[in-house]
Nanobody, 119 residues
Framework: QVQLVESGGGLVQAGDSLRLSCAAS????????VGWFRQAPGKEREFVAA???????TYPDSVKGRFTVSRDNAKNTVYLQMNSLKPEDTAVYYC?????????????WGQGTQVTVSS
């Protein structure tokens, strides 16, 4: 069982930066792949970033070059550094974990943290 808790959201202006954290319980968290997703009001959930246990990462074009995912296994924490934020980045951000990088479904989800970017 893995429990995930996101933090670091807030209200910022366009062009600002934020770093989200995803803190996890469980001794085997370092072996899990972790993804970040977001959901804006009235929109479907959107994939933002993912990192595997080896530190490899992937991003959609919408955030590539602006967002960076990293992990500190000693702290059981995954981070999402978000730079050059835009109003369209406004959403609730969720982290999720899965034991197998190649399986699409994530098994564990956090409660989310709100990010609001004003223009």
């Amino acid at each position: 069982q893995v429990q995930l808790v996101e933090s670091g959201g807030g209200l910022v202006q366009a062009g600002d930066s934020l770093r989200l954290s995803c803190a996890a319980s469980g001794r085997t968290f370092s072996s899990y792949a972790v993804g970040w997703f977001r959901q804006a009001p009235g929109k479907e959930r959107e994939f933002v970033a993912a990192i595997n246990r080896g530190g490899g990462s992937t991003y959609p074009d919408s955030v590539k070059g602006r967002f960076t995912v990293s992990r500190d296994n000693a702290k059981n924490t995954v981070y999402l550094q978000m730079n050059s934020l835009k109003p369209e980045d406004t959403a609730v951000y969720y982290c999720a974990a899965k034991p197998d990088w190649y399986v699409k479904k994530y098994d564990y989800w956090g409660q989310g943290t709100q990010v609001t970017v004003s223009s």
